[in-house]
């Protein structure tokens, strides 16, 4: 946009700002004008329909609507632009054409005022599709003025706080979510196609299970009973599979009392389906397939590029036991390796261990955590995991100190979690009482004895792969996106005032 048609506020003082547009306000609604009052305007196009079309809409009278981005107030005739659903489109106003009460009232018109215009399409002397207007309403008045001359809202944190306003100052950034909502959507066509039921579970439960995390603690009045916010679904799911349905998934909020950093929200979306009669073999399986759907669908190829870094997206992905993951990066083989062993040939490495009363299991997935996941940058499944940090997963039959679980990795993050479902409910009750241990011991994130889902097990359910994706982290790396802020609409802040 030419800077020289943004109508500069600068040298004013904001007060005095402030002060003329309520005059101005004042003035509409005495003289029977308010803008406030207006409840519809029947628009019948949108800017980029008609500039990428402008074959067929060529001399034809249209009503378009949207917020003032720009002017260039002259004598008899003027031009602004305004901002819509799909973008910009230039108006073009002439005192002839609207009458010189109506033109002399547009020129009173603020940037950030919305509008509605009726005109003829048409092409200006220097090529720009426009709209040239016999009617134009005021539909809303903007009583503050648009950040930084409408340059750009360049504060982070303020972009972040005020989405509404970063949304009008940097129009890219709506793209990113309709983008978000799109890769969403085809999500939910490769699962419906493949047959899965989309279900809705509780959010608030009274058992917060599924996941080792911090849940948020409510409160409900009429039970007098400490309620928490879900941590994950899986729980839930499970039963669904065991109560008959095959195929189900849920994509929706989770909440976890965690720190916020660029990969960390506390409350943020996730993706979980659960499969019967199959492993975590074909949730791999359904990691590169919902990939590939979606990239297919939104993207040009198969390479992406995030934050510098080309990623190859083609599958199959490579697969890596941890054991095999630890030798390969580290030289370690925890094969050959007792937990003692283990920790001390990790500190002569550096890592740091608070405890070193811990088992072989525990020593292996530090290994990996420290020293590992930095370097998974292309697409990698990590499989294999040890008990001790799966209490929900089947273990493995030929290995029983792992369990037939993997993550996987891309870009050095964790993007998906998955499992063959634990469905013995004699060792899934023994797992939740190695957690209650954990948690007597302090660690809150340790998860809670959940009696019903025994129950539940108790009467069968067969055997399952289940699968969890984190949407965010999706969205960050497929939009290219540095922060988890970047890609929800409205993350959790800090109060200004704390």
Known sequence: MDN?????????????????????????????????????????????????????????????????????????????????????????????????EVYDEFKKYDIGDIIGVEGEVFKTHMGEVSVKCTHVELLSKSLLPLPEKFHGLKDMDLRYRQRYVDLIANPEVKNTFILRSKIITAI????????????????????????????????????DLDMYMRIAPELYLKRLIVGGFEKVYEIGRMFRNEGMDIKHNPEFTMMELYEAYTDYHKMMDRVEEIYSYVINKLFDNTTITYQGTEINMNTPWERLSMIDAVKKYTGLDFNELTAEEGIKLLKEKGVEFENENIPWGEVLYKAFDELVESQLIQ??????????????????????????????????????????????????KDRFLKQIEKRNSGDDEAQMMDNDFINALEYGMPPTGGLGIGIDRMVMLLTNSYSIRDIILFPTMKPLDK
């Not at 699962?191 to 899965?196: I, M, T, V």
């Not at 008990?387 to 493995?396: A, D, I, N, Q």
């Not at 993550?407 to 063959?420: D, K, L, P, Q, V």
């Open 4 to 100: 020289n048609n943004i109508n500069i506020v600068e040298e004013q003082d904001l007060n005095e700002i402030l002060k003329v547009r309520r005059e101005k306000l004042s003035e509409l609604k005495n003289s029977g004008k308010d803008p406030f009052l207006k409840v519809k305007f029947d628009k019948n196009a949108y800017s980029a329909s008609i500039i990428n079309n402008y074959e067929n809409y060529e001399g034809k009278v249209v009503k378009v609507a949207g917020r003032i981005i720009s002017r260039r107030l002259m004598g008899k005739a003027s031009f602004c632009h305004i901002m819509d659903a799909e973008g910009q489109i230039q108006l073009y106003f002439k005192m002839d054409l609207v009458g010189p």
């Open 188 to 223: 939910r066509e490769y699962l419906n196609k493949e047959g899965f039921i989309e279900v809705e579970t509780p959010m608030l439960n009274i058992i917060p299970g599924g996941a080792n995390a911090r849940p948020f603690i409510t409160h409900h009045n009429t039970l």
């Open 379 to 428: 697409p990698v499944f990590i499989y294999d995991y040890p008990v001790e940090v799966s209490p929900l997963t089947k273990k493995k039959p030929s290995d029983t100190r792992l369990t037939e679980r993997f993550e996987f990795f891309i870009t050095a993050r964790e993007m998906g979690n998955a499992y063959s479902e634990l469905n013995d409910p004699i060792d899934q």
